[in-house]
């Protein structure tokens, strides 16, 4: 059925071949401006229904047109329901702007598939945008959750019943409110009449315990490794060791006698702390 015959009263001859004047200019080459591919569609509309007559008269202008969309129809950029829009008015064109059934239902297939999947990718992506508006929505209240929680804990902290202790809080926890308060002015008492500086030092003597171990058989005995813990001592001490060594030696006369007063002036020589540094495996 020739496409002239039916032409609506809103479309006119002279009005598609102004848009067709406006837009030969526009069409050499892209990028398209919103508005061009806009009347490019309603073009292609009106250009189905008053082609036959246009053919006539502007034979040449739609030779230009029909150059022009072949190279629209190639381009990947635009949007795919436009370009099958042009592909449709070329081949309506080249069959003589008639019509036939296999074509017009070709096209009709092909309309509504992509307007189907135009929705679906349209509502895919309504559905992304509000799945990550309610994902930005929970994490928001999870966020002023987790403020509010922790804004409790710190007034619950304030509430809690607590000895600081060398500057560590001590918590008491009791479901007697009144034994929770009686603990806490205990161990207040009791910690504001002690000493609670830590020690410096794990080891600390006093005077009578340096003279008991001083005393002792073990304060007579040379630790292991005399040679090489000797080289650590202070010097003023290792000058007393060299000092009483030499005088032994000088001392020394023959037989056992001699030897063993070497032995005792050598242990008497040696510092009180020395069962200290054995201990210590130095």
């Given amino acids: 059925m020739d496409s002239s015959s039916q032409v609506p009263m809103q479309i006119s001859t002279s009005s598609v071949l102004l848009q067709l004047d406006q837009l030969l200019p526009l ?7 919103p508005s061009t591919l806009s009347l490019l569609a309603t073009l292609c509309t009106g250009l189905k229904l008053v082609g036959p007559m246009l053919e006539r008269n502007h034979k040449d202008k739609l030779d230009t047109l029909q150059t022009l969309l072949t190279k629209i129809c190639q381009d990947r950029d635009l949007d795919l329901v436009l370009r099958l ?8 064109r080249t069959l003589g702007w008639k019509s036939n059934e296999g074509v017009d239902n070709y096209y009709k297939e092909r309309f509504t598939q992509f307007e189907e999947s135009r929705k679906k990718e349209q509502e895919r992506k309504e559905a992304k945008a509000s799945k990550n508006r309610d994902g930005g929505e929970k994490k928001l209240r999870e966020n002023q ?8 804990e710190q007034v619950d902290e304030k509430e809690k019943i607590f000895v600081t202790v060398n500057g560590v809080k001590l918590f008491i926890s009791s479901k007697s409110p009144e034994l929770s308060a009686s603990a806490k002015k205990f161990l207040e008492s009791h910690f504001s ?9 794990k080891m600390k003597y006093t005077r009578t315990d340096l003279l008991t171990l001083a005393s002792s058989t073990m304060a007579r005995e040379a630790p292991a490794n005399w040679d090489k813990l000797a080289k650590t001592l202070p010097t003023v001490i290792q000058r007393g060791l060299s000092s009483s060594h030499t005088g032994s030696h000088s001392q020394a006369g023959g037989g056992d006698s001699a030897t063993s007063l070497v032995s005792k002036q050598k242990i008497s020589a040696l ?3 020395l069962p200290i540094i054995r201990n210590l495996r130095m």
């Fill in 145 to 152: 959750s987790l403020s509010k929680s922790s804004v409790q």
């Fill in 85 to 92: 829009q042009v592909l449709e008015v070329i081949e309506l």
């Fill in 271 to 273: 510092p009180g702390n």
């Fill in 193 to 201: 009449n002690q000493s609670m500086t830590l020690p410096t030092s």
């Fill in 27 to 33: 069409l050499p080459s892209g990028p398209y401006s």
